[in-house]
Each structure stands twice: as structure tokens, then as C-alpha cells.
């Protein structure tokens, strides 16, 4: 005579861990940042953003202002490179809360989270994606600005380091941006006042032009400006002079924005979703 196994009790089943829920957030971000890579590949429109629009603005800022501003179009590049490369990361930056705040319309994350994944893998995912489009936007940069007559005689290390250090605050910035899609429902609402927050950070800078020609009221801002911070360490390492202390103090100012806004933007996904 067989026998059958007595069904297990709701409590057994409730304590049992769902397929895929003992792997850690790392995995599960990395799968969902594939995601968005292929995404991205799948739709070259989106890569406009960090790629034409940097190019574009490169083109304008050393051909129409660069002879005002220093006198010569071929030493204003040297200048200005370095500065569009840690731009681009803000303007774009502000996309991903855009993107964050159209994908909360569509429904998308009401489907991430009926899946047994850990509930801040969706944003690490979706940020981490975004990271890849940036590194790619500063290598063509790059590139590009070789094309036009930026010269640099640093190494292949210090290149990548350059790019590290824009992908680091490039990670911090993405955080504040993703905070505020939570807070704010409508993407073109997330897009204006994104624009708020990049703008100053941006030309309230030396990103385009040297502190020392602003008002004196306005250096100290841009003295202690992290875009300031970062555009003179990836100056110092492409072109050569001081690093290690704007390097510092960016990396400082990285961490401290990661550490103040990523957990916020999590709580706040929990309490969106």
C-alpha cells in the first residue's frame, strides 16, 4: 500500500525561500543592468544624449566662445575637454531620473517587484547601466576630441583613471536624480528640476572657464564646487599638474553624495512600489 506525503503546513511554505531569493542584490543587479544595455543597443537614440549632445556642445563652446575666452581655439580645447567630459555625466545624469520616472508610469518595477529578487536591485541595475553609457560617452569624447587637436601626454592608466574618476561622481549624481523620481511623479517635472540642480552645478563651475576671471563672491562656490573638483583632477591627470588633492576632495564629496542619497532614493522606492 503506497502512502502519501502529508502537504506541507502554510507555515512550512511561508518559511520557504523562493527560487532566486538567496542570491544576493549584486547578481540581480548586474542581470538587470544587462537588460538595460541591451536596451540601450537596441535603440542607438537613446546614446544621443551622451554622445551627440557632449559632441555638440564641444563644438560650439571651443569654435564660438573659445577665442574670447582664451585667445585661441587650440588652447581652449585643451581647457574645455576635460570639463565637457564630467558636463556630459550631469546633464545625463538627470536622464536617469527621467527614465526612472517613465519606467514607475509604465509598470515595469510592479513586475520587478512580484519577482524574488532584493527590492534595490531594480535601481542598482538601472543605474549601473547608465554607467556603462557614460564610460562609452567618455571614450568617444575622447576620441573625438583627439580628432580636433586635444593632446595629452598621459598614459593608458592615467586615462583610465580620468574616466574613473567621472564615473564616480557620475554614480553620486545618479543617486540625487533617482531620489527626486520618487518624490516626483510626472517625467517632465523630474526633467525640469533636474535642470535646476545641473545647471548651477555646471556653469557655477570652472568646467568652461577659469575661477579666477568670476566675481569674488562667486569663487568661493566654484572654489568648493565638486564639479570644480573633479574637472581640475581629470585636468591634472590628462594634462598634467595637481591631482592628488582635487582628486581627493571629489572622491570626498562622491562618498559623502552616495552616502546621504542612495539609501534615501531606496527608501523612498520602497514606499513608491
Not at 538627470?94 to 520587478?112: K, Y
Not at 583627439?146 to 580620468?162: E, K, Y
Amino acid at each position: 500500500m503506497t502512502t502519501t506525503a502529508p502537504a506541507p503546513t502554510p507555515a512550512l511554505r511561508e518559511s520557504s525561500p523562493r527560487p532566486g531569493a538567496r542570491h544576493g542584490p549584486l547578481r540581480h543587479a548586474m542581470t538587470l543592468a544587462w537588460r538595460g544595455i541591451v536596451k540601450t543597443v537596441h535603440s542607438p537614440e537613446a546614446l544621443i544624449d551622451v554622445t551627440l549632445q557632449p559632441v555638440i556642445f564641444l563644438l560650439l563652446f571651443v569654435y564660438v566662445f573659445g577665442g574670447a575666452i582664451a585667445g585661441d581655439t587650440s588652447a581652449y580645447l585643451q581647457f574645455a575637454l576635460p570639463g565637457v567630459l564630467v558636463q556630459t555625466v550631469i546633464f545625463a545624469s538627470a536622464g536617469t531620473g527621467t527614465a526612472l520616472a517613465d519606467d514607475l508610469q509604465t509598470g515595469i518595477f510592479d513586475r520587478f517587484r512580484s519577482l524574488p529578487i532584493p527590492r534595490s536591485a531594480p535601481l542598482l541595475g538601472a543605474i549601473t547601466a547608465d554607467i556603462a553609457r557614460y564610460a562609452t560617452s567618455g571614450v568617444i569624447m575622447l576620441v573625438f576630441g583627439a580628432v580636433l587637436g586635444f593632446r595629452t601626454s598621459a598614459g593608458p592608466l592615467a586615462i583610465v583613471a580620468s574616466l574613473a574618476m567621472v564615473m564616480a561622481f557620475a554614480f553620486a549624481l545618479c543617486w540625487v536624480f533617482t531620489a527626486l523620481a520618487m518624490v516626483v511623479k510626472d517625467p517632465r517635472s523630474v526633467q525640469g528640476l533636474g535642470a535646476l540642480i545641473s545647471l548651477p552645478l555646471t556653469f557655477g563651475s570652472n568646467v568652461f572657464v577659469p575661477a579666477s576671471t568670476m566675481p569674488g563672491w562667486l569663487q568661493g562656490w566654484v572654489n568648493v564646487n565638486p564639479v570644480s573638483k573633479t574637472a581640475d583632477a581629470v585636468r591634472g591627470l590628462l594634462l598634467g599638474g595637481p591631482v592628488a588633492g582635487p582628486a581627493g576632495t571629489a572622491l570626498i564629496w562622491a562618498a559623502g553624495i552616495t552616502v546621504v542619497f542612495a539609501p534615501l532614493a531606496v527608501a523612498l522606492y520602497r514606499r513608491r512600489t
